[in-house]
T-cell receptor, first 115, second 111 residues
Framework: DGGITQSPKYLFRKEGQNVTLSCEQN?????MYWYRQDPGQGLRLIYY???????QKGDIAEGYSVSREKKESFPLTVTSAQKNPTAFYLC??????????????FGQGTRLTVV | GENVEQHPSTLSVQEGDSAVIKCTYS??????FPWYKQELGKRPQLIID?????GEKKDQRIAVTLNKTAKHFSLHITETQPEDSAVYFC??????????FGKGTRLSVIA
């Protein structure tokens, strides 16, 4: 069953802790993305990767880190430096990394809450 | 960089009426304009897209129009149904950078 899978669905973090959100795709897509969704703010780009072992900062990268060691995987770490991490996080992928004018497929999202 | 503005933020229509959502973009190099629908608690999904070489595209009850000169594009939903209730996002890209999304429109279709 092809698709893009995020885990966990819900995540609770204590202040000062780092947490890692998982994103896996079996669509053989080159490009992968992380977006943050807040009420009334739309989808804001955190990081993206066009190819394995390469990634670029998006508009709100501060306090986040990523890696792209495998084509299928693009984990996002929310560090303690992120001042307001409570949000809904969406991972996406698209078939081409060079030309990004193609459909983005989204995962189900991870809702992170700081307690 | 690209900036996408979307209006209105909320929209309520009676079942069977039409709904129109409008977006403007700032980067004249943008050439791909998709629309995504996000139902409550679900992932955003592409419902229609348009590229800069066409002015209009239709798919059953939904259509998108593009005015490159004015740098705006719109989503039109006709004969709305309760299952059309969702948040709709427009987006734009020039192909070299990822999609930039609008802030979304919450559409409520009242039966």
């Amino acid at each position: 069953d092809g698709g893009i899978t995020q885990s966990p669905k819900y995540l609770f973090r204590k202040e000062g802790q780092n947490v890692t959100l998982s994103c896996e795709q079996n669509l053989n897509h080159d490009a992968m993305y992380w977006y943050r969704q807040d009420p009334g703010q739309g989808l804001r780009l955190i990081y993206y990767s066009q190819i394995v072992n390469d990634f670029q900062k998006g508009d709100i990268a501060e306090g986040y880190s990523v890696s792209r060691e495998k084509k299928e995987s693009f984990p996002l770490t929310v560090t303690s430096a992120q001042k307001n991490p409570t949000a809904f996080y969406l991972c996406a992928s698209s078939i081409e990394g060079v030309n990004m004018n193609t459909e983005a497929f989204f995962g189900q999202g991870t809702r992170l809450t700081v307690v | 960089g690209e900036n996408v503005e979307q209006h209105p933020s909320t929209l309520s229509v009676q079942e069977g009426d039409s709904a129109v959502i409008k977006c403007t973009y700032s980067d004249s190099a943008s050439n791909y304009f998709p629309w995504y629908k996000q139902e409550l608690g679900k992932r955003p999904q592409l419902i229609i897209d348009i590229r800069s070489n066409v002015g209009e595209k239709k798919d059953q009850r939904i259509a998108v129009t593009l005015n490159k000169t004015a740098k705006h594009f719109s989503l039109h939903i006709t004969e709305t149904q309760p299952e059309d209730s969702a948040v709709y996002f427009c987006a734009a890209s020039d192909g070299n950078t990822p999609l930039v999304f609008g802030k979304g429109t919450r559409l409520s279709v009242i039966a």
